[in-house]
């Protein structure tokens, strides 16, 4: 059965840092894997979608990365902005579903 | 862009009715989707659908949900008898193939009292 763990759970950075969120998943066998933003009490936003084949993916000052053999991804959002307070989420399709990790709720302090 | 659109956004009923959550997938997307989100726990999944029967479904998809494509555009989902332990939010989801990409709607809060 799939776990996904994401680390840490809370975390608040002063407006400029980069952030690091991390993803782990216990079986290899996945298909993609995206990562979402989910705001207070609101729906999910897909942010980036990684194939099982690809390493990395990026879209603006975001980057993702993926190493499927440690079971691994990381979301990199540079010079981070009160706006991207939100809780991110991670979640690997295989089986024909999505697993979920548990999220790491980020406060950017302006 | 083509989006996933659930109604209602937000559903409070008595403990022991009957609700039913409508969604309106993706049009050319075949495979279809329920996720639930208890408040501050992970994102659960509960069924998936394809080819008018579900494909696969959860420990906590028992005798109480019930999930249908009454015609081409919508799927619902359908709790017999609510609980409180139903509250949460519930999503909708669709893909165009298996193990493609999903994408979500915006939720249904339900809350049961």
């Not at chain 1, 894997?33 to 690809?54: A, E, H, Y």
């Not at chain 1, 991804?73 to 991670?90: E, K, N, R, V």
């Not at chain 2, 996720?35 to 998809?61: A, C, D, T």
Request: with cysteine.
């Amino acid at each position: 059965k799939q776990e996904v763990t994401q680390i840490p759970a809370a975390l608040s950075v002063p407006e400029g840092e980069n952030l690091v969120l991390n993803c782990s998943f216990t079986d290899s066998a996945i298909y993609n894997l995206q990562w979402f933003r989910q705001d207070p009490g609101k729906g999910l936003t897909s942010l980036l979608l990684i194939q099982s084949s690809q390493r990395e993916q990026t879209s603006g000052r975001l980057n993702a990365s993926l190493d499927k053999s440690s079971g691994r991804s990381t979301l990199y959002i540079a010079a981070s902005q009160p706006g991207d307070s939100a809780t991110y989420l991670c979640a690997v399709i295989g089986g024909n579903k999505l697993t979920f990790g548990g999220g790491t709720r980020v406060l950017v302090k302006p | 862009e083509p989006e996933v659109t659930q109604t209602p956004s937000h559903q409070v009923t008595q403990m022991g009715q009957e609700v039913i959550l409508r969604c309106v997938p993706i049009s050319n997307h075949l495979y279809f989707y329920w996720y639930r989100q208890i408040l501050g726990q992970k994102v659960e999944f509960l069924v998936s659908f394809y080819n008018n029967e579900i494909s696969e479904k959860s420990e906590i998809f028992d005798d109480q949900f019930s999930v249908e494509r009454p015609d081409g555009s919508n799927f619902t989902l359908k709790i017999r008898s609510t609980k409180l332990e139903d509250s949460a939010m519930y999503f909708c989801a669709s893909s165009e193939g298996a193990n493609s990409p999903l994408h979500f709607g915006n939720g249904t809060r339900l809350t049961v009292t």
